[in-house]
């Protein structure tokens, strides 16, 4: 049922500024045209292509980067070369661009990719507040940074996406991120949801909260942000809050009031990610620019993923 005219300009207005923080940075057509020479990492019987068109990757990204803040040596790259107190949607796009390359694109792009953000990495090093070095890219912190994304995209996926995932469908989801995280420079990466869970527990005794883990979570609950904004960022944050580990809670001092989770936040959650459907799409235009090219009556321009 279209909308009265002023509630629909509003929408536009506000559908605008949503795209403009959370949308992928301009990406080239061509890194979508796949061909049986240049097939893309996955195809589109993948679980990767329907997890990741779902918007409840919001909240999956914002859990991983909660989680991620419990690892000292991680958290010291991310506040010693990260520049997210001034440029935080910089960095939100540019991890949703990488998603939909990698998730969408041709083969040759997902590598180029992937080589740019190793070539990256290569350059991150320094000492942590404790004294200890560390390096971006070693394998065991990038192990810790592709776990915690893992877990976390498929945890947002269970509780709010738009379909079940069988055990199955979930292991492979596991598998096919392992791809990408051996790319990356993961050794062995998990292969399924047993295997993730005890690597992820593994790191339990390396993990603790640093002044600048508290920092970061602080600025991931209150960003710069557009005041209208604020109030459906905080459900998308207090939604991840929700699907946190209860000692990942407590150690980063965030409070949940008794049953606000599946009595509030998750009804208000869905509502919300149902009404971001509605304003950027069903689908991401990543997904939309694939299918487009595959028709070769259609000659797309340039688009955000």
Same mark, same amino acid.
């Given at each position: 049922m279209p909308l009265p005219p002023p509630l629909e300009q509003l929408r536009r207005v506000v559908g605008d500024d949503v795209r403009g923080l959370l949308a992928a940075q301009p990406l080239p057509p061509e890194w979508f045209r796949r061909t049986e020479l240049d097939p893309g990492l996955f195809g589109p019987d993948a679980v990767v292509w329907r997890v990741h068109a779902d918007r409840c990757g919001?909240? $999956? $990204?914002?859990?991983?980067?909660?989680?991620? *803040?419990?690892?000292?040596?991680?958290?010291? $790259?991310?506040?010693?070369h990260s520049d997210y107190r001034h440029d935080p949607w910089g960095r939100l796009q540019r991890t949703a661009s990488f998603i939909a390359v990698t998730t969408y694109g041709c083969t040759s792009a997902a590598e180029r990719l992937?080589?740019?953000?190793?070539?990256?990495?290569?350059?991150?090093? &320094?000492?942590?507040?404790? &004294?200890?070095? =560390?390096?971006?890219?070693?394998?065991?912190?990038?192990?810790?940074?592709?776990? *915690?994304?893992?877990?976390?995209?498929?945890?947002? =996926?269970?509780?709010y996406g738009g379909s079940t995932l069988t055990d199955a469908e979930a292991d492979r989801y596991v598998a096919?991120? $392992?791809?990408? &995280?051996?790319?990356? &420079?993961?050794?062995?990466?998990?292969?399924?949801?047993? /295997?993730?869970?005890?690597? +992820?527990?593994?790191?339990?005794? /390396?993990?603790?909260? *640093?002044?600048?883990?508290?920092?970061?979570?602080?600025?991931?609950?209150?960003?710069? +942000?557009p005041l209208y904004l604020r109030p459906a960022y905080g459900v998308l944050t207090t939604a991840a809050a929700g699907l946190l580990p209860g000692f990942v809670r407590r150690e980063l001092r965030i409070v949940l009031a008794p049953l606000s989770d599946p009595l509030l936040v998750q009804p208000a959650a869905r509502l919300l990610l149902g009404a971001l459907g509605l304003t950027l799409g069903d689908r991401p235009p990543a997904l939309q620019l694939v299918e487009e090219q595959a028709s070769p009556s259609t000659h797309p321009g340039p688009t955000t993923a």
């Amino acid at each position: 049922m279209p909308l009265p005219p002023p509630l629909e300009q509003l929408r536009r207005v506000v559908g605008d500024d949503v795209r403009g923080l959370l949308a992928a940075q301009p990406l080239p057509p061509e890194w979508f045209r796949r061909t049986e020479l240049d097939p893309g990492l996955f195809g589109p019987d993948a679980v990767v292509w329907r997890v990741h068109a779902d918007r409840c990757g919001l909240i $999956g $990204g914002l859990r991983a980067l909660m989680v991620q *803040t419990l690892h000292p040596l991680a958290m010291a $790259g991310v506040a010693q070369h990260s520049d997210y107190r001034h440029d935080p949607w910089g960095r939100l796009q540019r991890t949703a661009s990488f998603i939909a390359v990698t998730t969408y694109g041709c083969t040759s792009a997902a590598e180029r990719l992937i080589g740019h953000v190793r070539a990256i990495h290569d350059r991150v090093e &320094g000492v942590a507040a404790d &004294g200890r070095p =560390y390096r971006a890219n070693d394998p065991h912190l990038l192990a810790w940074v592709h776990d *915690t994304e893992v877990d976390s995209f498929l945890r947002a =996926y269970q509780r709010y996406g738009g379909s079940t995932l069988t055990d199955a469908e979930a292991d492979r989801y596991v598998a096919e991120m $392992g791809q990408i &995280g051996s790319r990356l &420079g993961v050794i062995d990466p998990p292969q399924n949801c047993a /295997e993730l869970r005890a690597s +992820l527990e593994a790191f339990r005794p /390396e993990l603790q909260v *640093t002044p600048e883990a508290r920092e970061a979570v602080r600025f991931l609950a209150w960003p710069p +942000l557009p005041l209208y904004l604020r109030p459906a960022y905080g459900v998308l944050t207090t939604a991840a809050a929700g699907l946190l580990p209860g000692f990942v809670r407590r150690e980063l001092r965030i409070v949940l009031a008794p049953l606000s989770d599946p009595l509030l936040v998750q009804p208000a959650a869905r509502l919300l990610l149902g009404a971001l459907g509605l304003t950027l799409g069903d689908r991401p235009p990543a997904l939309q620019l694939v299918e487009e090219q595959a028709s070769p009556s259609t000659h797309p321009g340039p688009t955000t993923a």
